[in-house]
Each structure stands twice: as structure tokens, then as C-alpha cells.
């Protein structure tokens, strides 16, 4: 389970997150939408400590981190807990698909090289990429290097997975499977927590959706309920605007 307490951030004099509290059980997809500036990346990023919360706490599994006084063992071993699939793929240039997907294993959680090896080529061959081992990044179109991301982020065997809009730096035509490897290491049941702004996909998948506006929580709900009959007048806007043919029931 992932919980999130009174999550504050502020950059300067602004405030992005303004008391998130969010609760994600084992096994879940929470698909987190809103618009440009809504705080959905930087509540992202507070979950392992990449932009350092301000105020509240952060629980993952029996462990919780007070936010205003970490340590940084306590980070540590929160970061150890996750894995992160970024928008921009942020693989070595210089390494193999392999050696990507190896290193964080070997480097972070001092697996041995054989058994890095081993755990590597299982999720390399789970993400459809068991033929491009031996190749680097810049071999690779859009949507091969994001699931190279994915793989890298599954090897880690991470309480929970987070997603950075992991189609938005993508070609149309790559989005598609990037989406199917996303969908189905949901049917795996890994728990994960995804920034996206694709609602198609967002309504198949997710089991829980969350809608954030202006650093805050608007509303949140099952996929079919949030969709279809949101009770606020924001989310009715923001649906209506990102989807034309949209409408609710009632």
C-alpha cells in the first residue's frame, strides 16, 4: 500500500501541492490526469523523493518517511521501493538495451552480474524486446527505448511503478505499445501510479482515476464513475475540453 499524507510542495512563493492526501492499495493502477500545471508530475516525483515534499508524509508498504525531516537512509530506502519510467526514456547512450536494463540492478541493489543477466533478459523478453539486446538506444525507434524504460523498471522488482506520461514524447504511431506492455503488466497486478493524458487508455486500465487541478485533489473515483458522471464542475470541464464527443450521465 502507498499512502500519502498532507503532501505540500512549494518552488519559491508558489505552492503546487497544496495537502494531497491519496491512497493506493497493493495491486492498483491510479491513473492521474489534469492539465499542464496541475501538479501531477511533482506529486509524482514526491513519492520517491525526486522533488523533495515540503510537509506530510509519504508511507510505502510498513515504512513511512516524515517529509519535513528525512534522512538519507530513509530515502534511500524509500527510492529502493520504487521504480520510475520517465517521459524522456533517460537510457545510457553509450550502453546496450541489456546493459541498461542490467545496471540499475547491479549498481543500486548489488545483484550479482550472472543473476542481473538472468532477471534482464526475463522482463527484456516480457516487453517484446529479447531481439534487441545487444543494441543501443540511439538503434532504437521511440516506443522501443520507452519500453527498454519499462523493463529497466520491472527488472527492479519495485513495490510500486511510477509513470511520467510515458507516451507523450512518442510518434502517434509508437503510443500504442508502449500502452499494450503498460496493460499488461497490469494484468499482472503490479501496482502502479501513472501521469497520463491519454483517457482512453486511462478508462481501460486504471482501477482508480484522480483528477488534480490547481495542486489539489478535485476528485478521484472508479474509471466508469469519473468518466461518465463526475460530480464536480471542473472535471466536467476538463473532460468536455479534452475529449469533444464527451458527455455524462445524469
Given at each position: 500500500?502507498?499512502?500519502?499524507?498532507?503532501?505540500?510542495?512549494?518552488?519559491?512563493?508558489q505552492?503546487?501541492?497544496?495537502?494531497?492526501?491519496?491512497?493506493?492499495?497493493?495491486?492498483?493502477v491510479?491513473?492521474?490526469?489534469?492539465?499542464?500545471?496541475?501538479?501531477?508530475?511533482?506529486?509524482?516525483?514526491?513519492?520517491?523523493?525526486?522533488?523533495?515534499?515540503?510537509?506530510?508524509?509519504?508511507?510505502?508498504?510498513?515504512?513511512?518517511?516524515?517529509?519535513?525531516?528525512?534522512?538519507?537512509?530513509?530515502?534511500?530506502?524509500?527510492?529502493?521501493?520504487?521504480?520510475?519510467?520517465?517521459?524522456?526514456?533517460?537510457?545510457?547512450?553509450?550502453?546496450?538495451?541489456?546493459?541498461?536494463?542490467?545496471?540499475?540492478?547491479?549498481?543500486a541493489?548489488?545483484?550479482?552480474?550472472?543473476?542481473?543477466?538472468?532477471?534482464?533478459?526475463?522482463v527484456?523478453?516480457?516487453?517484446?524486446?529479447?531481439?534487441?539486446?545487444?543494441?543501443?538506444?540511439?538503434?532504437?525507434?521511440?516506443?522501443?527505448?520507452q519500453?527498454?524504460?519499462?523493463?529497466?523498471?520491472?527488472?527492479?522488482?519495485?513495490?510500486?511503478?511510477?509513470?511520467?506520461?510515458?507516451?507523450?514524447?512518442?510518434?502517434?504511431?509508437?503510443?500504442?505499445?508502449?500502452?499494450?506492455?503498460?496493460?499488461?503488466?497490469?494484468?499482472?497486478?503490479?501496482?502502479?501510479?501513472?501521469?497520463?493524458?491519454?483517457?482512453?487508455?486511462?478508462?481501460?486500465?486504471?482501477?482508480?482515476?484522480?483528477?488534480?487541478?490547481?495542486?489539489?485533489?478535485?476528485?478521484?473515483?472508479?474509471?466508469?464513475?469519473?468518466?461518465?458522471?463526475?460530480?464536480?464542475?471542473?472535471?466536467?470541464?476538463?473532460?468536455?475540453?479534452?475529449?469533444?464527443?464527451?458527455?455524462?450521465?445524469?
Amino acid at each position: 500500500m502507498i499512502k500519502l499524507t498532507n503532501i505540500r510542495k512549494s518552488f519559491g512563493k508558489q505552492e503546487v501541492l497544496r495537502g494531497i492526501n491519496l491512497t493506493v492499495d497493493k495491486g492498483d493502477v491510479v491513473a492521474i490526469l489534469g492539465p499542464s500545471g496541475s501538479g501531477k508530475t511533482t506529486l509524482l516525483r514526491c513519492v520517491n523523493f525526486l522533488e523533495k515534499p515540503g510537509e506530510g508524509q509519504v508511507t510505502i508498504g510498513d515504512f513511512a518517511v516524515d517529509c519535513k525531516h528525512p534522512g538519507k537512509r530513509d530515502i534511500l530506502k524509500l527510492r529502493r521501493k520504487t521504480a520510475m519510467v520517465f517521459q524522456h526514456y533517460n537510457l545510457f547512450r553509450h550502453k546496450t538495451v541489456l546493459e541498461n536494463v542490467m545496471e540499475g540492478l547491479i549498481i543500486a541493489q548489488k545483484v550479482p552480474k550472472d543473476e542481473a543477466r538472468a532477471r534482464s533478459l526475463a522482463v527484456l523478453d516480457k516487453v517484446g524486446l529479447s531481439e534487441k539486446i545487444d543494441a543501443y538506444p540511439s538503434q532504437l525507434s521511440g516506443g522501443q527505448q520507452q519500453r527498454v524504460g519499462i523493463a529497466r523498471a520491472l527488472a527492479l522488482n519495485p513495490e510500486v511503478i511510477l509513470f511520467d506520461e510515458p507516451t507523450s514524447a512518442l510518434d502517434p504511431e509508437l503510443v500504442g505499445e508502449v500502452l499494450a506492455v503498460i496493460r499488461s503488466i497490469a494484468r499482472e497486478g503490479v501496482t502502479m501510479i501513472i501521469v497520463t493524458h491519454e483517457m482512453t487508455f486511462a478508462r481501460e486500465v486504471a482501477s482508480q482515476v484522480v483528477f488534480m487541478d490547481g495542486g489539489v485533489i478535485v476528485e478521484q473515483g472508479e474509471p466508469e464513475e469519473l468518466f461518465t458522471r463526475p460530480k464536480e464542475e471542473r472535471t466536467r470541464q476538463f473532460l468536455k475540453r479534452i475529449t469533444p464527443d464527451w458527455s455524462y450521465v445524469i
